[in-house]
């Protein structure tokens, strides 16, 4: 393997990592300073959540284009932007990285490094809510990236997450490998593992609705849009 795709991946790793480390670290201190007052938690997790998706993005955006996120990583492999082959390398990096921030997390509480989550979350309204969360995300990422206005995506993304974080039943997980990383801490942000795959299914599904909409919405103008837009994207 080059250079090139070693710091890719080495940027998909430590991004996916500190992602989850930030959902599920924060989820665990909101927990332990409000325990009384779950609106509070969640204001408190969902605030971290955008402030840290931002600035992650903005770190490892010029390396591997920031996706930490599968389903943005089959979006943009959809699109040309990028061979197949980066998605056989990011996919699996994605989810051991999240998997890695999420023992991180537990450790950094005084956890064990592993503990299953028992949080069952699928009901038909967080599933819908999963595919409507993951629809509007990939419209963000490449609405920005189509219309050369990549450079504002860390702030719009977090922004947009954090949002979600209210405006969906799912508080918006969208993101097939945080979701797996999210089995693996029993706390405020965790899910079962029995949920975790009804929701992968819904996160794969909203993008690529998400997709549809943004080919129908914004068709790719060669002479405007930077051969690789993602990378400004994140």
Same mark, same amino acid.
């Given at each position: 393997m080059t250079a090139a795709p070693t710091r890719e991946l080495l940027a998909e790793f430590l991004g996916s990592a500190l992602l989850a480390a930030t959902v599920i670290g924060s989820g665990i201190a909101a927990a332990r300073l409000s325990p009384a007052d779950t609106g509070l938690q969640l204001l408190e997790n969902a605030f971290a959540t955008a402030l840290g998706l931002a600035v992650l993005i903005l770190v490892f955006q010029p390396v591997s284009g920031a996706h930490f996120n599968s389903v943005v990583t089959l979006a943009d492999c959809a699109q040309g932007h990028r061979p197949w082959r980066d998605a056989a390398r990011y996919l699996p990096t994605q989810?051991?990285?999240?998997?890695?921030?999420?023992? @991180?997390?537990? @450790?950094? /509480?005084?956890?064990?490094?592993?503990?299953? &989550?028992?949080?069952?979350?699928?009901?038909?309204?967080?599933? =819908?809510?999963?595919?409507?969360?993951?629809?509007?995300?990939?419209?963000?990422?490449?609405? @920005? =990236?189509?219309?050369?206005?990549?450079?504002?995506?860390?702030?719009?993304?977090?922004?947009?997450?954090?949002?979600?974080?209210?405006?969906?039943s799912s508080t918006s997980f969208a993101n097939p490998a945080i979701t797996i990383g999210r089995m693996f801490s029993d706390t405020f942000a965790g899910i079962s593992?029995? &949920? =975790?795959?009804? /929701?992968? @299914?819904?996160?794969l599904v909203g993008g690529a609705i998400g997709l549809a909409v943004v080919l129908a919405l914004f068709p790719r103008h060669p002479a405007a849009v930077p051969a690789d837009p993602v990378a400004k994207a994140g």
């Amino acid at each position: 393997m080059t250079a090139a795709p070693t710091r890719e991946l080495l940027a998909e790793f430590l991004g996916s990592a500190l992602l989850a480390a930030t959902v599920i670290g924060s989820g665990i201190a909101a927990a332990r300073l409000s325990p009384a007052d779950t609106g509070l938690q969640l204001l408190e997790n969902a605030f971290a959540t955008a402030l840290g998706l931002a600035v992650l993005i903005l770190v490892f955006q010029p390396v591997s284009g920031a996706h930490f996120n599968s389903v943005v990583t089959l979006a943009d492999c959809a699109q040309g932007h990028r061979p197949w082959r980066d998605a056989a390398r990011y996919l699996p990096t994605q989810i051991v990285g999240c998997i890695a921030g999420a023992a @991180l997390a537990n @450790l950094m /509480f005084d956890l064990p490094a592993v503990t299953w &989550s028992t949080t069952e979350r699928v009901t038909p309204g967080t599933l =819908a809510a999963e595919v409507a969360a993951t629809a509007g995300l990939v419209l963000v990422i490449f609405a @920005l =990236a189509r219309t050369g206005r990549g450079h504002l995506a860390a702030p719009a993304v977090g922004a947009y997450i954090g949002a979600a974080y209210w405006f969906t039943s799912s508080t918006s997980f969208a993101n097939p490998a945080i979701t797996i990383g999210r089995m693996f801490s029993d706390t405020f942000a965790g899910i079962s593992p029995a &949920s =975790a795959p009804w /929701f992968v @299914l819904a996160q794969l599904v909203g993008g690529a609705i998400g997709l549809a909409v943004v080919l129908a919405l914004f068709p790719r103008h060669p002479a405007a849009v930077p051969a690789d837009p993602v990378a400004k994207a994140g």
